[in-house]
């Protein structure tokens, strides 16, 4: 399990990975903008493990929503519990995480999550993490981008990844927060703004089904095939009724209609036939916008290196795959290792 201990920056300066000669003068302040992603924010763990393994430790840390929240961890010294606790999710698991909330503000009151990471967090306040952070979120109301540079940690992870109608917004300083993604998915600017030479950002929006496009006009053929295909669906469902699970069973408890766990499941499912939950279509929304927005803050405002994970089919809640994300982080880090010491070189010697 990787250990993170910040080192200060007089002991950092002027070290570079492979280049004896910089230790002459000083190496760029690095910065890393982690974008939004919901589960695949995973990959963010094995960016930052491949980063310190070539002894590139950032110097400053910005995240939005997940990003956020590893960020924050790795900030705060707590980058092993993040790593331990993204491996020990399962399918099974993920459900004990979900309390439905009855207060109106999102599906869920994300109680739970929050009680873990006070639990892990609770007496680490911003402005004295060892390495600079900040986490964005988004003002109800007026749309404002909050940057979120002081006060108590484990609250600013919570109002950077409160999504929209699932989880319930967080106040802070008299402000109703919730998730940055949707005003800046990929915090680069942030980065630029607290004094990066060098900002590597992490882009984890490439969406599920590849890039959107326009159709410019399905057709009523189109039409008539999702009729048929409706039609086949209620025929065979009536012809081959799925037997009903055994109430005392895991799986009967997890499928009934009266359980907040089946209910859950239901809202966050995707069939393979018939309409997604209302939480899926929340965030596949959310998710889209948020690829849009992405694409036009980075397009006018680059960063030097851009890592892009590429994660195929893992969906936006598969939190139980961390070690395929992990390991697709680290080996996106490391196709891109060349052109960060390329650019490392050039910036130090123009210091």
Not at 56 to 81: E, H, M, N, R, Y
Not at 88 to 94: G, P, Q, W
Not at 179 to 188: F, K, T
Request: proline fraction near 5%.
């Amino acid at each position: 399990m990787l250990s993170f201990t910040r080192k200060r920056q007089d002991e950092i300066e002027g070290r570079s990975p492979r280049e004896p000669g910089f230790a002459r003068g000083r190496r760029p302040r690095i910065g890393l903008a982690l974008g939004a992603g919901a589960a695949r924010g995973w990959a963010h763990i094995g960016v930052l493990k491949e980063l310190v393994d070539q002894n590139l430790v950032p110097d400053i840390v910005v995240g939005t929503s997940i990003g956020a929240v590893v960020g924050g961890c790795f900030a705060g010294g707590k980058f092993a519990q993040i790593e331990s606790f993204a491996l020990s999710l399962t399918r099974r698991s993920m459900l004990s995480w979900m309390d439905v909330s009855f207060n109106g503000g999102g599906l869920l009151g994300g109680n739970r999550l929050k009680r873990r990471l006070d639990q892990e967090l609770s007496d680490l306040i911003i402005e004295s993490l060892p390495v600079r952070f900040a986490a964005v979120a988004t003002e109800i109301g007026t749309g404002h981008e909050i940057w979120l540079t002081r006060g108590r940690l484990a609250d600013s992870l919570r109002a950077s990844y409160a999504l929209p109608g699932v989880f319930e917004p967080v106040q802070l300083g008299g402000r109703w927060l919730f998730d940055g993604a949707l005003v800046n998915p990929v915090p680069v600017t942030v980065c630029r703004a607290f004094g990066a030479d060098l900002i590597i950002a992490i882009n984890l929006s490439e969406p599920l089904g590849g890039r959107g496009t326009v159709i410019q006009d399905a057709g009523l053929g189109a039409l008539d095939l999702i009729e048929a295909a409706a039609t086949t669906d209620v025929v065979e469902a009536q012809a081959n009724p799925r037997p009903a699970k055994p109430v005392g069973t895991l799986s009967g408890m997890l499928s009934g209609l009266g359980g907040y766990a089946g209910l859950i499941r239901r809202q966050f499912s995707r069939p393979a036939n018939g309409s997604p939950g209302v939480a899926s279509v929340m965030v596949d929304a959310f998710y889209i916008v948020q690829d849009r927005i992405a694409r036009s803050r980075l397009a006018g405002d680059p960063p030097d290196v851009m890592i892009t994970p590429r994660m195929g089919k893992i969906g936006l809640f598969d939190f139980h795959r961390a070690d395929e994300m992990i390991a697709i982080g680290r080996d996106a880090t490391r196709k891109a290792m060349d052109e960060v010491l390329q650019l490392i070189a050039v910036r130090h010697r123009t210091a």
